[in-house]
Structures are given as structure tokens and as C-alpha cells.
């Protein structure tokens, strides 16, 4: 099993820029596919991006691509975040599965996932 946290949440004024962190505990973070969720006020929790257990793919939300950036390294999951709008207010959440496949698959559904981080809170100023 793996256990996520995330941290570099904040408030920062609109077109301002966020680092999301996402580590992992264990040591077979490179066995799990990782994406980014959030969730708004009185909103569902939406898929924002992906990247593949390889990093190799990724994909992201309509609302967020060519703005934010997901990435990893062997320990931690980041999600670079410029641009940012009043709309992108949310709880971020970090998630992962365990991917035994080709490593090339960015998954973008929450069943999908079966490990959560606790999310940290990221507010938009306008």
C-alpha cells in the first residue's frame, strides 16, 4: 500500500502560480499510476490531470491544459499550476493506483483509483 500526501496548497491572487507536491510513502511509488483531483465548494470532485505509472503519458482536464503541468519523479507526484484563475479554487487530492500494465495509461476516473491523500486547500484571489 501507499500513503499520499499532499502539500504546497495556498492563496495566491489570480495569474499567480502554485506548486502542488504529492509524496508517497513506501517504496514502490513507481508501480502506481497518479492523476490530481479537486473539488470546489458544494461542487463533486473532478478530474483535473494524469500521468501514467512510467510518466511516460498524461492528460489533463479541458478547464486546466496549457496551464497546469503534471509530473513525477521516483518519490513524489507534482502539479505545476500557472495562470490560475478564481474558478480553480478547490481541495486538490492526490491519488494512485497500482498499475501492473504497460505503464503507459493515464487513468482519469475516481473509481479508478484506490489510494487518496487528505488534499490541500488552494484559493484563487481575484
Known amino acids: 500500500q501507499v500513503q499520499l500526501v499532499e502539500s504546497g496548497g495556498g492563496l495566491v491572487q489570480a495569474g499567480g502560480s502554485l506548486r502542488l507536491s504529492c509524496a508517497a510513502s513506501?517504496?514502490?511509488?513507481?508501480?502506481?499510476?497518479m492523476a490530481w483531483f479537486r473539488q470546489a465548494p458544494g461542487k463533486e470532485r473532478e478530474f483535473v490531470a494524469a500521468t501514467s505509472r512510467s510518466g511516460g503519458s498524461t492528460y489533463y482536464a479541458d478547464s486546466v491544459k496549457g496551464r497546469f503541468t503534471i509530473s513525477r519523479d521516483n518519490t513524489k507526484m507534482y502539479l505545476q499550476m500557472n495562470s490560475l484563475k478564481p474558478e480553480d479554487t478547490a481541495v486538490y487530492f492526490c491519488a494512485g493506483r497500482r498499475d501492473t500494465g504497460s505503464g503507459y495509461v493515464a487513468y482519469v476516473g475516481q473509481s479508478q483509483y484506490s489510494y487518496w491523500g487528505q488534499g490541500t486547500q488552494v484559493t484563487v484571489s481575484s
Open positions: 513506501g517504496r514502490t511509488f513507481g508501480s502506481y499510476a
